[in-house]
């Protein structure tokens, strides 16, 4: 069974920066790819980022390219999401999940198998 533990989340105000971290233990393999999937109230979930841990290859959705950077501790089993010139509309919960062999589609969010608990993410003045 694989866990993730998420965190990070905090209120910032725009066009500053945070940095969430994802934490996995318990069935670690190397070709399980992890991503962060975001909720805001009243929303549908939307994919973020996603990165594979056996190659890097990363994948970011359109509203976040340029703005997000997603990287991998493997040695730590860790992952991070830098979230830089943040917006109001960033506003939500953010989840660390995983699945195996692949990252899902950034618009099938759904097919990740494993989920953290979630960081809530504020960008407020």
């Known amino acids: 069974q694989l866990e993730l533990v998420d965190s990070g989340g905090g209120l910032v105000q725009p066009g500053g920066s945070l940095r969430l971290s994802c934490k996995a233990s318990?069935?670690?393999?190397?070709?399980?790819?992890i991503g962060w999937v975001r909720q805001a109230p009243g929303k549908e979930r939307e994919g973020v980022s996603c990165i594979t841990l056996s190659d890097g290859s990363a994948y970011y959705g359109d509203s976040v390219k340029g703005r997000f950077t997603i990287s991998r501790d493997n040695a730590n089993n860790r992952v991070y999401l830098q979230m830089d010139s943040l917006k109001p509309e960033d506003t939500a919960v953010y989840y660390c999940?995983?699945?195996?062999?692949?990252?899902?589609?950034?618009?099938?969010?759904?097919?990740?198998?494993?989920w953290g608990q979630g960081t809530q993410v504020t960008v407020s003045s």
């Open positions: 999940t995983a699945q195996l062999n692949y990252c899902p589609s950034l618009t099938s969010p759904h097919e990740y198998t494993y």
């Open positions: 318990g069935l670690i393999l190397e070709y399980l790819a």
